[in-house]
C-alpha cells in the first residue's frame, strides 16, 4: 500500500510542477469568445446545414466549457442534430457524448488562428 501511495504522490507532484492541476485561466492563456465558439461549430454543420441554429445550452456539471445544440427546422423528427462542447483556451471542438475530439481541416485551420 505504502508503494502505491508514494507513487500517487509523486504522479502529483508531477502534475502540480507541469501545470496539467491549474485551471487554463490561472495559466494565462487567453480564452475564445462565445462567438468565437459559436462559428468553430457553425463550421462544422454548415456544409450540409446551411441554416442550422448553434445555441448555447448550460452544462451543470462543467461551467468552463462552452455548450452548444445544433437545430435544424425538421417538421418530422427532432430538429436537433447535434451537441458540442469547445475548450475556450485552446478551441478545440469537442462532441461531448462520445467525449471525441471533432477534426477538420477548416476547423483544425481556425482553431490554430485563434490560439496563435
Known amino acids: 500500500m505504502g508503494r502505491w501511495l508514494r507513487s500517487v504522490a509523486q504522479f ?4 502540480a510542477l507541469t501545470g496539467l ?4 485561466e ?5 480564452r475564445i469568445s462565445l462567438e468565437e ?4 461549430v457553425y463550421m462544422l454543420v454548415k456544409e450540409h446545414n446551411r441554416d442550422a441554429e448553434v445555441s448555447r445550452i448550460k452544462d451543470p456539471y462543467d461551467a468552463d ?4 445544440e ?3 427546422s425538421n417538421p418530422v423528427a427532432s430538429p436537433v442534430i447535434g451537441h458540442y462542447a469547445v475548450n475556450p483556451w485552446t ?3 469537442w462532441n461531448p457524448a462520445s467525449c471525441e475530439l471533432v477534426t477538420l481541416p477548416s476547423i483544425d ?7 496563435a
Open 12 to 15: 502529483s507532484l508531477f502534475l
Open 21 to 24: 492541476l491549474l485551471p487554463a
Open 26 to 30: 490561472e495559466t494565462g492563456r487567453p
Open 37 to 40: 465558439a459559436r462559428g468553430l
Open 65 to 68: 466549457f462552452y455548450y452548444f
Open 70 to 72: 445544433v437545430i435544424v
Open 91 to 93: 478551441a478545440d471542438v
Open 109 to 115: 485551420h481556425e482553431t490554430a488562428r485563434k490560439t
